[in-house]
Structure formats: structure tokens, C-alpha cells
């Protein structure tokens, strides 16, 4: 008997890493376009990283918020983080679940 936790197989492939790669070439391919678009900086300094993490975080967010009907404590169980942190997020964020509703 398989330990529940253990991944599937077929044909001897590993479909959730097999999953994993191809999620991982596209978020590369998507990244790459992005960096491109936002490299260019005025003064020198680029702020590449933290602009595309609060991308990717806005649209985990909003993710999480539809799918759970717009239950706040709900959709930061889903993400694996503290309501409260969910929360103060999604201010910084300028989210509102009112207008992306």
C-alpha cells in the first residue's frame, strides 16, 4: 500500500513534478517578457523584483478571494497564511474586495 502523501505515477513518470516543470517553463517564459517591459528604470536602480513579486502576490490574492466567495480567513487558508497577515496584505496591495468582486 502507497503512503498517502506519495506522488502518482504513470508509466513510471511523476506527474506532479512532470506538472511542476511545465508550470515552472511558462512562469520563466512570462517572467522573461515581464523583466523586459520592466527593466527599463530612469535613474539606474531597478525595483524588477519587487514590482513582480507584487504582481504575482495581487494576483494570488485575488485568486484566493474568488475562490473562496470573498471569505478573508478562507482564501488566507488557501494561500497557507495568518488572516491578519492576509489582511494588512491586501492593503498594501490596494486591494479591495468590494470593487474586484
Same mark, same amino acid.
Given at each position: 500500500?502507497? *503512503?498517502?502523501?506519495?506522488?502518482?505515477? &504513470?508509466?513510471?513518470?511523476?506527474?506532479?513534478? &512532470?506538472?511542476? &516543470?511545465?508550470? =515552472? =517553463?511558462?512562469?520563466?517564459?512570462?517572467?522573461?517578457?515581464?523583466?523586459?517591459? #520592466?527593466?527599463?528604470?530612469?535613474?539606474?536602480?531597478?525595483?524588477?523584483? =519587487?514590482?513582480?513579486?507584487?504582481?504575482?502576490?495581487?494576483?494570488?490574492?485575488?485568486? *484566493?478571494?474568488?475562490?473562496?466567495?470573498?471569505?478573508?480567513?478562507?482564501?488566507?487558508?488557501? #494561500?497557507?497564511?495568518?488572516?491578519?497577515?492576509?489582511?494588512?496584505?491586501? *492593503?498594501?496591495?490596494?486591494?479591495?474586495?468590494?470593487?474586484?468582486?
Amino acid at each position: 500500500m502507497r *503512503a498517502k502523501n506519495q506522488n502518482k505515477t &504513470t508509466a513510471g513518470i511523476d506527474v506532479q513534478e &512532470t506538472c511542476f &516543470t511545465v508550470v =515552472e =517553463e511558462i512562469l520563466e517564459k512570462n517572467l522573461d517578457d515581464l523583466a523586459t517591459v #520592466l527593466s527599463v528604470s530612469d535613474n539606474g536602480k531597478s525595483k524588477l523584483h =519587487e514590482e513582480i513579486m507584487a504582481m504575482v502576490e495581487k494576483g494570488l490574492f485575488k485568486i *484566493a478571494l474568488r475562490r473562496s466567495s470573498y471569505v478573508k480567513s478562507t482564501a488566507a487558508a488557501f #494561500l497557507g497564511i495568518n488572516r491578519n497577515t492576509f489582511t494588512d496584505k491586501m *492593503a498594501k496591495l490596494g486591494i479591495d474586495c468590494e470593487k474586484i468582486k
